[in-house]
């Protein structure tokens, strides 16, 4: 097949091909992304879904990216094939939807200049003006503890994007009003960089100072979707502090943190629905946290269904040895549903971490753990799992 330079050409050889320059494999067979039956990992989500590199992409921000009215009215709503070689701000007053693009934050002294590669946080625009991404690579070019990967009350759907190296990975942080206009689907999440200097978690009464690394956060809302994602939390082999979570205890493999931590600090959390996703690394892997400072301890809804796990998370438990594994954990008070009501179809990966006799087998049923106050889905070995 002929190939037209600046055009990518699918060549019999396997490859995509633009001109001379050799691009990424192929299947000769197309075969369907089915969210919640295709895993996402780096050659089916973000610019991969197409095909791209960043030589398809157009440079934007100077070196920040404000994505304000004005730039809307410039631009459009759904922007295409962006480099970003900076942060986003995003202030406008109308919904927007990035595509196929890399947004990767930049290079910076001192401070962090925003809390975020994607900064989403200007609660003084309508609750519906939403920025959501397709298709795109979101990562920290400088990881820093004062940056995570998105983060803000304007946070919209994440569709088919690859997310890492931000102190924690997607902050939906939640306002009044907000309901139905948010999800995660088919994304893979992977890589937080983690640090032990973090001036907001020096009071931790465990490790002081370390920072609280989440794949997926919330502190509240309605009709949250997350579907069919591949969510690896571990640490970033050699980014920040790695060397510290990795040396100290049973972190060996750089699972800590969580990886769906629910906070409902301010409002309820209603309506979410955790559903076919694999879920790898951190601790408690889907937590429904009680929170100081007027949260609510009851109120809140969830349904999780047929997700798969992974028994790579840092573990924890009654031993010194650390034996527990713990997939589901909510306190006792958060929520009224029964534990088969908020959990079903829930089993083990096939994955090489899980023990070959459990592989694709039901998870332990969520009991309520009298010593802990919380209700637990618990993993136990009678030797100490690294």
């Not at 600046?6 to 969210?35: E, L």
């Not at 943190?257 to 906070?263: D, P, S, Y």
């Amino acid at each position: 097949m002929a190939s037209t330079p600046g055009v990518w050409m699918a060549k019999t050889d396997g490859h995509w091909w633009r001109g001379v320059v050799q691009g990424p494999s192929f299947n000769t067979v197309a075969v369907p992304f089915i969210y919640g039956t295709t895993r996402p990992d780096t050659t089916n989500t973000g610019l991969a879904v197409n095909g791209l590199t960043t030589a398809d992409l157009t440079v934007a921000g100077t070196p920040d990216l404000t994505i304000n009215d004005a730039y809307v009215t410039a631009h459009g709503s759904t922007l295409d094939k962006l480099w970003v070689k900076g942060h986003i701000n995003f202030t406008a007053s109308s919904p927007v939807t990035i595509t196929n693009s890399q947004i990767e934050g930049r290079a910076f002294t001192g401070t962090a200049p925003y809390d975020a590669i994607v900064h989403a946080r200007s609660t003084s625009t309508p609750v519906s003006a939403t920025l959501s991404f397709t298709n795109c690579v979101i990562k920290a070019v400088q990881p820093d503890v004062g940056i995570c990967t998105a983060m803000g009350e304007r946070l919209g759907h994440f569709d088919r994007c690859d997310l890492s190296l931000g102190s924690d990975i997607i902050d939906f942080w939640w306002t009044t009003g907000d309901s139905g206009t948010k999800s995660i689907r088919g994304c893979y999440l992977h890589d937080f960089s983690f640090w032990a200097n973090d001036p907001k978690h020096t009071n931790d009464s465990v490790h002081p100072g370390w920072s609280h690394s989440d794949a997926i956060q919330m502190s509240g809302g309605d009709n949250i979707l997350i579907e069919g994602n591949n969510i690896q939390h571990f640490a970033a082999s050699g980014v920040g502090d790695y060397a510290t979570l990795v040396g100290t205890g049973n972190y060996t493999n750089g699972a800590y943190g969580g990886c769906v931590m629910i906070t409902p600090s301010g409002y309820t959390v209603t309506n979410l629905n955790i559903k076919n996703n694999w879920i790898h690394g951190g601790e408690g892997q889907i937590h429904l946290a009680v929170q100081s400072g007027g949260s609510y301890n009851s109120g809140n809804t969830m349904t999780c269904t047929g997700n798969r796990h992974g028994v790579d998370a840092h573990a924890a438990g009654p031993y010194s040895g650390n034996y527990n594994h713990i997939f589901y954990v909510w306190d006792n008070g958060m929520t009224s549903q029964a534990p088969t009501d908020v959990v079903s179809g829930a089993v083990y990966d096939t994955t090489p971490d899980v023990p070959a006799a459990l592989r694709g087998t039901p998870l332990p049923a969520v009991q309520y753990i009298s010593g802990a106050t919380e209700y637990q889905s618990i993993y136990q070995t009678s030797t100490p799992y690294a």
